[in-house]
């Protein structure tokens, strides 16, 4: 199999503060990782793509500042929304991809609501 | 400029009818590519893939899909539409050179009525 999870599932936050939101591939190695946004009733638009041990590349318009990224590991990749006001909420979605493979692998999603 | 589109962003069918979700996509060369279905507050579930093999394509619960270069398009098809089909579907592709990048289309909103 190849299972993604993420966590946490939903988050509330006050605005001003920050969020992380994790991204673990179970059972297979992730090279790459892919951080998506959705918003109600819209499609998903790619944030940013992260390559294990270096830096993450992101879409043109989105904030490297605002969402970092780190890809530490094989498994693992994080997403904070630093200084989330209340336009960040949305659904965040996370993506990982085999060594040398080219299919997406999708998380169950985080629900951000910032107050 | 490489693009996908869906064609109605919602479909309505009667339980038992036949399905049918459009994609077409913009490329001169045949991209990989993906149907999805999201239900509501979950992540994506792959339907099934175009990986440039036979056209016809068929995936998981019923569900097929058949790619037709001259039309640039890669529909979503099922004979049979069942109540718990109601969700949302995304057409995505990967261009060549794309760095594996999965570019989706608007989406559409199935809804099967009794």
């Known amino acids: 199999g190849a299972v993604v999870s993420q966590h946490p599932s939903w988050v509330i936050c006050k605005s001003g503060t920050s969020v992380k939101i994790e991204c673990r591939s179970l059972d297979f190695q992730a090279t790459t990782m892919f951080w998506y946004r959705q918003f109600p009733k819209q499609s998903l638009m790619l944030m940013a793509t992260?390559?294990?041990?270096?830096?993450?590349?992101?879409e043109q318009g989105v904030e490297k500042d605002k969402f970092l990224i780190n890809h530490a590991s094989l498994t693992l990749s994080t997403l904070t929304v630093t200084s989330a006001h209340p336009e960040d909420s949305s659904f965040y979605i996370c993506?990982?991809?085999?060594?040398?493979?080219?299919?997406?692998?999708f998380g169950p999603g985080t629900r951000l609501t910032v107050t | 400029a490489q693009s996908v589109t869906q064609l109605g962003s919602h479909v309505s069918v009667s339980e038992g009818a036949l399905v049918l979700l459009r994609c077409n996509y913009s490329s001169s060369v045949p991209p990989y590519l993906f149907w999805y279905v999201q239900y509501p507050n979950q992540g994506l579930q792959l339907l099934l893939k175009y990986t440039s093999a036979a056209t016809l394509v068929k995936g998981i619960n019923g569900f097929e899909a058949e790619f037709k270069k001259s039309e640039t398009s890669f529909h979503l098809t099922k004979p049979s539409a069942h109540m718990s089909d109601a969700a949302e579907y995304f057409c995505a592709v990967m261009f060549s050179g794309g760095y594996n990048k999965l570019i989706f289309g608007a989406g559409t909103r199935l809804a099967v009525h009794p």
């Open positions: 992260s390559n294990e041990g270096s830096k993450a590349t992101y």
């Open positions: 993506s990982a991809s085999k060594p040398g493979g080219y299919e997406q692998y």
